[in-house]
């Protein structure tokens, strides 16, 4: 039984983390003044966002996770060949010298960091490993929320 509520919007995410960074309360996503939803890039993707001050590009994947265990957010919930498509599009972005972030948006309020669900999806854990050493970012943030609405909150810690 959760100990929180839980969003189950999967276009909740993108929506809230759009509007944070417009009202500049994501301070690692700082410095663009343009902000883009849904842009075409790599083979047949598009990216949640994309942050741009002139040639400086920023591609930022959301995910929506809701899976807690222990305190513990969990991303995957299942296997997901998408997501893997989209670490290794990130990957790209980033050997072509733009900025690449992962953003994981918890969707609940009882977890104290976030990891990769080896234990569900060995192959987008060791995927997500490789996407950070090759310079993807990786943002963790949970939420506010009670029956009457939803908010960003703050970052939360990872481990691999």
Do not use: W
């Not at 977890?111 to 060995?122: G, L, N, Q, S, V």
């Not at 029956?147 to 810690?157: A, C, D, E, R, V």
């Amino acid at each position: 039984m959760p100990s929180s509520l839980v969003g189950v919007n999967t276009r909740t995410p993108n929506r809230l983390l759009r509007a944070a960074v417009l009202d500049h309360r994501v301070k690692e996503l700082e410095g663009y003044d343009r902000i883009r939803s849904e842009v075409r890039y790599g083979e047949n993707s598009r990216i949640d966002l994309l942050l741009e001050k002139g040639e400086k590009k920023c591609f930022v994947e959301i995910k929506n996770c809701t899976l807690v265990e222990n305190s513990v957010a969990y991303f995957p919930d299942a296997t997901t060949l998408r997501g893997l498509k989209h670490l290794k599009e990130l990957q790209h972005e980033v050997c072509s010298g733009n900025r690449a972030i992962m953003f994981y948006l918890i969707q609940r309020m009882d977890a104290k960091e976030f990891r990769p669900a080896h234990h569900i999806d060995p192959a987008y854990g060791k995927e997500l490993r490789k996407a950070i050493e090759k310079g993807i970012e990786i943002l963790v943030y949970d939420v506010k929320m009670d029956l009457k609405g939803i908010s960003l909150n703050s970052s939360l810690p990872y481990s691999l």
